[in-house]
């Protein structure tokens, strides 16, 4: 399973846009270190994220964190496993 981080940079721009927010105000909202969002909206070489952020970052959008990934599947007899996982992690993830 890869995430592909484009989107999530990509997502956070744009919404943050929509609401007239800083980086530095989605990260206090969110409650995520300031460093941390700026490097998801700025870093194109970023491959990896911590998914407890972006869930806190989704939170913030009063987004689901389905709405701020975009997962690849390298093996699609996985993909009922990896939702599975996701939600053993990440209960709250069908909620808005």
Do not use: C, H, T, W
């Given at each position: 399973?890869?995430?592909k981080i484009e989107l999530v940079r990509q997502k956070i721009r744009e919404l943050?846009?929509?609401k007239s927010w800083t980086i530095k105000e989605v990260a206090e909202r969110a409650n995520?270190?300031?460093n941390t969002v700026k490097s998801y909206t700025r870093h194109?070489?970023?491959n990896m994220v911590d998914l407890t952020a972006v869930q806190k970052i989704a939170r913030a959008?009063?987004?689901?964190?389905?709405?701020?990934?975009e997962v690849v599947e390298e093996d699609?007899?996985?993909?009922?496993q990896m939702e599975l996982v996701l939600l053993t992690?990440?209960?709250l993830l069908g909620t808005r």
């Open positions: 399973m890869k995430i943050a846009a929509e995520v270190n300031y194109p070489r970023m959008f009063y987004i689901s964190i389905k709405d701020l990934i699609y007899s996985m993909q009922g992690f990440f209960p």
